[in-house]
């Protein structure tokens, strides 16, 4: 038997996004986003997908917001939709899109579950991305201004905002691999996107402050601590490298200040930096967000772009091939409180699993991977905290089983089942797992 121990304030949490989980991209006023453009060109997104339905969630909120009850989840982070809310990006306010999220705001403070809303998951106006997207700095300001509509429009209702989601997603998968949307591949531009991004994640914590001065507002980073192969110095160089490559560009600027030495000195990089940038993007945050799904290990090798390479793993894999690693959650969190000096609150704010969930005669889903890939990762959560370490609370990525970006709907990460076809919804048993965690059940 082992015991879960975790305070009784603790936060219970499900995390989504508006593209994955909304559907109706054509009501409401609102107009395409990159993904809807992104999921339109053939073979970027598995069997053709796209959001355009999803979980349906702009119609069913009700619905979900009633089995998150059920399931006894303490708060529900939902990421708003830039082009619901201005549909050209920087242009006039959509009244329609204000009004759904008010809606599906008040009834989640109705059900007493707390509203977490993320300002920005992906979703980038198409309109702004025939500008240049977050490759012009004039896109950050367009952000800017987004915000402000947003924390006035909501900011009475809502306490805690999240600025932007996994920046590193934005610049690599979207401009570097071409992997998400807009899909390009461009080095010069990935290094436009990281500074653009952090400025703007910069200039919204600045109008919060003026405009909601009693809320909390964080970001959401990704951060992987990649562990050097083997104890070779070049190994440990690797490792260090694909910290500054993929973790640093963004916590370094915010917390510190600056960014890197390694990436100019290693690299040459020639980051966009203004006068006073860094001093924007480095404004007190209220509490940090981590996204957590595994942890890989590295080589040095010099035929790389950034000279480390993913060595292969031991560990049990996800349906995704992606390594198990919970003390890899272990080791970014204990490095981003150092890195934060300590003071700052921190929430996991995704981590769960892709599995292949099936429907028995019965009409359950016995997700027995997903229950014990959430129980190793909770056993963390519970350690850290008797270590001292300010975790204030976890979201389970994801509520409901949605469009997962490139996969389409070829994974499911929910707790929460959705028949495609039918917009059926079936409780898992992992959220009934989640439920008696919640309860204070912890001994398994």
């Not at 980051?271 to 007190?284: H, K, R």
Request: charged content about 25%; overall charge negative; aromatic content about 14%.
């Amino acid at each position: 038997m082992q015991k879960l121990c975790f305070p009784d304030n603790f936060v219970w949490g499900a995390a989504t996004a508006s593209y994955q989980v909304e559907g109706a991209t054509q009501e409401g006023g609102r107009r395409p986003s990159i993904w809807d453009t992104f999921s339109a060109i053939e073979g970027a997104v598995a069997d053709g997908d796209d959001g355009s339905v999803a979980a349906d969630q702009y119609h069913r909120y009700a619905q979900d917001i009633q089995l998150m009850k059920k399931i006894g989840l303490h708060a529900y982070r939902f990421s708003i939709s830039w082009s619901r809310i201005i549909p050209d990006g920087d242009g006039e306010v959509n009244s329609l899109g204000i009004d759904y999220y008010q809606r599906l705001i008040h009834a989640l403070k109705e059900a007493d579950i707390k509203p977490v809303a993320t300002l920005y998951h992906w979703d980038l106006p198409q309109s702004l991305e025939d500008k240049g997207g977050w490759r012009v700095r004039e896109t950050a300001y367009a952000f800017k201004r987004y915000a402000q509509v947003c924390f006035e429009a909501f900011g009475k209702d809502v306490e805690q905002w999240i600025t932007i989601n996994e920046p590193w997603c934005i610049a690599y998968l979207g401009h570097l691999h071409g992997e998400h949307a807009p899909g390009h591949k461009s080095m010069a531009e990935t290094m436009q996107v990281i500074h653009t991004v952090n400025l703007a994640h910069g200039l919204a914590v600045e109008s919060f402050r003026n405009i909601c001065p009693q809320g909390e507002i964080g970001i959401a980073w990704n951060p992987i601590l990649y562990r050097p192969a083997t104890r070779t110095p070049l190994d440990r160089k690797a490792a260090e490298i694909a910290s500054c490559i993929e973790i640093r560009v963004f916590t370094d600027p915010v917390l510190h200040g600056t960014y890197p030495d390694m990436v100019n000195t290693e690299f040459g990089w020639k980051l966009p930096i203004e006068p006073g940038d860094l001093d924007i993007i480095s404004a007190p945050l209220d509490f940090i967000g981590v996204n957590y799904y595994n942890e890989e290990a590295v080589e040095y090798d010099s035929t790389k772009m950034f000279h480390f390479a993913v060595v292969p793993h031991w560990q049990n894999e996800t349906v995704q091939h992606w390594p198990i690693v919970p003390g890899g959650l272990d080791r970014v969190i204990r490095w981003i409180n150092k890195e934060s000096g300590g003071r700052l609150p921190l929430y996991i704010t995704e981590n769960g699993c892709s599995a292949n969930d099936v429907v028995d005669k019965k009409g359950r889903i016995h997700d027995i991977e997903r229950i014990g890939f959430l129980f190793e990762h909770f056993k963390v959560c519970s350690e850290l905290i008797e270590d001292g370490i300010p975790l204030r609370g976890y979201y389970v990525w994801s509520f409901i089983d949605n469009f997962e970006w490139a996969w389409g709907y070829t994974k499911r990460f929910g707790i929460v089942y959705c028949d495609y076809a039918t917009q059926k919804r079936i409780l898992k048993d992992s959220a009934y797992f989640m439920r008696d965690v919640i309860t204070g059940y912890t001994e398994f």
